[in-house]
């Protein structure tokens, strides 16, 4: 929970920042898209408008960016030329006041600061998992590793499906758990009348719903070579959104993920990407051999 209030935080100072620096040079970002880098960063403190880029000594603000880019002396000296030249075209609509360039200051200074805040918490989580893995039967070790084998499913996501759900023999079934997350249909009754068209219930952590909507965006999603991240979920996803609303279609692909998070907690085995048709003939074949 630590982590993720740390993230909330860092998130809230980077829009800060972000609107701050449209205020000084909006068009910063043509030189660094990512305003966040270590160079970025290193540039808007030293030099935060405009008119500090043009006055600036022309060696010694190309050798702050190949410091903290670890580009080449050719790549900064490019970086540098672009600055200048955006500097220079935006400098008569800069808002740079006094207060902005401050608040300028404070929100870089909260960034890193959160930055490496949240690297601690991650050292401390990496920390109880090496010792973990000293055990005999490093059962938290293992078992996270069994959670990271379902796509979307990093380390932190993992640690925190597990922090929530604590004792996992407490769920003798999928749709024990699917309520623990929260995502389970809420029934709408008056009388005789029964509601069919039922949103979540979300009575669960609201943590572990944030986790699993992350989760289920990852996997509905495209890699950079347009192949599906999980090709059966992608279906399904996109099965279900012929007859039913975007979200309610990735509310179902949740309670999916679900499912898998229990098969593999359960059976104490690595997620294996199955088609709905390779499925049923696997239970077929054991229903068989029993």
């Given at each position: 929970?630590?982590?993720?209030?740390?993230s909330?935080?860092?998130?809230?100072?980077k829009?800060?920042?972000?609107?701050?620096?449209?205020?000084?040079m909006?068009n910063?970002?043509?030189?660094?898209?990512?305003?966040?880098?270590?160079?970025?960063?290193?540039?808007?403190?030293?030099?935060?408008?405009?008119?500090?880029?043009?006055?600036?000594?022309?060696?010694?603000?190309?050798?702050?960016?190949?410091?903290?880019?670890?580009?080449s002396?050719?790549?900064?000296?490019?970086?540098?030329?672009?600055?200048?030249?955006?500097?220079r075209?935006f400098?008569?609509?800069?808002?740079?006041?006094?207060?902005?360039?401050?608040?300028?200051?404070?929100?870089i200074?909260?960034?890193?600061?959160?930055?490496?805040?949240?690297?601690?918490?991650?050292?401390?989580i990496?920390?109880?998992?090496?010792?973990?893995?000293?055990?005999?039967?490093?059962?938290?070790?293992?078992?996270?590793?069994?959670?990271?084998s379902?796509?979307?499913?990093g380390?932190?996501?993992?640690?925190?499906?597990?922090?929530?759900?604590?004792?996992?023999?407490?769920?003798?079934k999928?749709?024990?758990?699917?309520?623990?997350?929260?995502?389970?249909?809420?029934?709408?009754?008056?009388?005789?009348?029964?509601?069919?068209?039922?949103?979540?219930?979300?009575?669960?952590?609201?943590?572990?719903?944030?986790?699993?909507?992350?989760?289920?965006?990852?996997?509905?999603?495209?890699?950079?070579?347009?192949?599906?991240?999980?090709?059966?979920?992608?279906?399904?996803?996109?099965?279900k959104?012929?007859?039913?609303?975007?979200?309610?279609?990735?509310?179902?692909?949740?309670?999916?993920?679900?499912?898998?998070?229990?098969?593999?907690?359960?059976?104490?085995?690595?997620?294996?990407?199955?088609?709905?048709?390779?499925?049923?003939?696997?239970?077929?074949?054991?229903?068989?051999?029993?």
């Amino acid at each position: 929970r630590q982590y993720y209030k740390l993230s909330d935080e860092l998130t809230a100072y980077k829009n800060r920042l972000t609107g701050i620096v449209d205020q000084l040079m909006l068009n910063f970002k043509d030189v660094f898209p990512n305003i966040f880098s270590k160079a970025a960063l290193a540039v808007l403190e030293k030099y935060p408008t405009p008119v500090h880029i043009l006055k600036a000594n022309r060696n010694k603000l190309i050798a702050l960016i190949q410091k903290n880019s670890r580009r080449s002396l050719k790549w900064s000296t490019a970086k540098y030329e672009l600055l200048v030249s955006k500097a220079r075209e935006f400098a008569p609509l800069s808002i740079n006041n006094s207060s902005n360039i401050a608040m300028l200051g404070v929100y870089i200074s909260m960034i890193k600061t959160l930055e490496e805040n949240l690297e601690k918490v991650l050292k401390a989580i990496r920390s109880l998992i090496a010792e973990d893995m000293a055990k005999d039967i490093p059962m938290l070790a293992l078992t996270l590793e069994l959670l990271q084998s379902i796509p979307g499913i990093g380390l932190i996501s993992a640690v925190t499906i597990l922090a929530e759900i604590g004792d996992f023999s407490a769920f003798s079934k999928p749709g024990k758990l699917v309520a623990y997350f929260g995502i389970d249909p809420s029934v709408m009754q008056s009388g005789e009348f029964t509601g069919t068209q039922n949103k979540m219930s979300k009575r669960g952590s609201r943590l572990l719903r944030r986790v699993l909507f992350t989760i289920a965006l990852a996997n509905i999603r495209t890699k950079r070579d347009k192949t599906a991240c999980n090709p059966v979920l992608m279906e399904y996803y996109k099965n279900k959104c012929q007859n039913k609303p975007k979200k309610v279609a990735l509310g179902a692909v949740m309670r999916k993920l679900v499912n898998y998070i229990f098969a593999v907690l359960r059976d104490r085995k690595p997620y294996q990407l199955r088609s709905p048709q390779e499925h049923a003939k696997n239970l077929a074949a054991k229903h068989t051999a029993a």
